[in-house]
């Protein structure tokens, strides 16, 4: 079932002459590097909502874009239907818009951000980091599902992915695909972290029965050195 009604917004930003949402937190400090955060295909949910503010509380001005308009379900059938009929292009837009809007902001400190994504927005992340290129300082993916990009060519960032080895969602193998992928379009070497979980063991939800804490709290770890390592913090 599709909920309209708990939508987790709390600012509009331009995209393609148009208006997105999302939603936004700031650090303690009131300034920082930006950061997007992409949502799985569940929606912008309190799971990712909480992400946001975990991320705001390390520092970083986050914000996450609602790439399904408000809607949000706990159905994985209902989530793949909303994924399937989520129009790419329009997603593209309205992340490219977070981006400007994000870099536009006084409180977000220097001329980059970060992206940071989960299943479905693990995708997006890879995908934006190549299109936006020196406007994207650093790009982690947690177990990229969906279209990935043709030609890594325009990325610049460094990337960063993590994968679960007992994911049934996508073979371990893709951990290599990615590698080989950027290698051939940039010549840099993405950084590969495999877990012994499955698919979405970040979410503490739980909606699969594939939360891992241990191996989320070290991919989350790992994340924010990764970011601050190359976004300052």
Same mark, same amino acid.
């Given at each position: 079932m599709v909920d309209t009604e708990n939508a987790r917004q709390n600012v509009t930003f331009p995209s393609n002459g148009g208006e997105a949402h999302g939603y936004l937190a700031l650090p303690g400090s009131g300034h920082g590097p930006g950061l997007i955060?992409?949502?799985?295909?569940?929606?912008?949910?309190?799971?990712?909502?909480?992400?946001?503010?975990?991320?705001?509380?390390?520092?970083?001005? %986050?914000l996450a874009? &609602? =790439?399904?308009?408000?809607?949000t379900t706990h159905d994985a059938a209902e989530a793949g239907r909303l994924m399937e009929a989520l129009p790419v292009e329009g997603a593209a837009r309205d992340l490219a818009g977070a981006v400007d809007y994000l870099l536009s902001r006084d409180e977000v400190q220097g001329d980059q951000v970060g992206v940071v994504g989960?299943?479905?927005?693990?995708?997006?992340?890879?995908?934006?980091?190549?299109?936006?290129?020196?406007?994207?300082?650093?790009a982690v993916a947690f177990y990229?599902?969906?279209?990935?990009?043709?030609?890594?060519?325009g990325l610049q960032a460094p990337v960063m992915a993590h994968f679960g080895e007992k994911?049934?969602?996508?073979?371990? %193998?893709?951990?290599? &695909? =990615?590698?080989?992928?950027?290698?051939?379009?940039t010549g840099?070497?993405?950084?590969?972290?495999?877990?012994?979980a499955?698919?979405?063991?970040?979410?503490?939800?739980?909606?699969?029965?594939?939360?891992?804490?241990?191996?989320?709290?070290?991919?989350?770890?790992r994340t924010v050195a990764f970011l601050e390592e190359n976004l300052g913090s």
């Open positions: 955060v992409i949502q799985e295909w569940w929606g912008l949910t309190s799971h990712i909502a909480n992400l946001v503010d975990r991320f705001a509380a390390e520092g970083f001005v %986050a874009p &609602d =790439l399904y308009g408000g809607a989960f299943c479905m927005g693990g995708a997006f992340v890879l995908s934006l980091a190549a299109k936006e290129g020196g406007k994207i300082g650093a990229p599902v969906g279209a990935m990009p043709d030609d890594y060519a994911d049934d969602f996508i073979p371990l %193998a893709n951990a290599q &695909d =990615l590698v080989d992928q950027v290698k051939a379009g840099q070497e993405p950084i590969i972290h495999t877990y012994p499955g698919h979405a063991f970040v979410n503490d939800e739980n909606l699969l029965g594939t939360h891992d804490p241990d191996q989320a709290k070290l991919a989350w770890d």
